[in-house]
């Protein structure tokens, strides 16, 4: 069945850094397009990065919320099977729980999600 695990996120000063890691199992990872969402308090989940399947080892085409272009990375590793979403300049509006996903036959697959906090 299909299985995503999220790891990485905390507690982290504006300006800070932070690596998120989504592991997954159950399915072909490298034929799928995999995303991370975030969901702030009080807000609708949002898009914060995607990745196309595809592009040889390392995946394909990128896409970026507004809000994160330049700060965000998203990366895939096809032989471990894992997404990455490495952040930088975080600010405290990028405060809200992360969550890996993946479409998978036409049904949203997500992982447990994993809170980030932006504070001083």
């Known amino acids: 069945q299909v299985q995503l695990v999220v790891s990485g996120g905390g507690l982290v000063q504006p300006g800070g850094s932070l690596r998120l890691s989504c592991a997954a199992s159950g399915f072909t990872f490298c034929n799928y397009a995999m995303s991370w969402l975030r969901q702030a308090p009080g807000k609708e989940r949002e898009l914060a990065a995607g990745?196309?399947?595809?592009?040889?080892?390392?995946?394909?085409?990128?896409n970026y919320a507004d809000s994160v272009q330049g700060r965000f990375t998203i990366s895939r590793d096809n032989a471990e099977k894992t997404v990455t979403l490495r952040m930088n300049s975080l600010k405290p509006e990028d405060t809200a729980v992360y969550y890996c996903?993946?479409?998978?036959?036409?049904?949203?697959?997500w992982g447990q999600g994993t809170q980030v906090t932006v504070s001083s």
């Open positions: 990745i196309s399947s595809g592009g040889g080892s390392g995946g394909g085409s990128t």
């Open positions: 996903k993946v479409r998978y036959w036409g049904k949203d697959y």
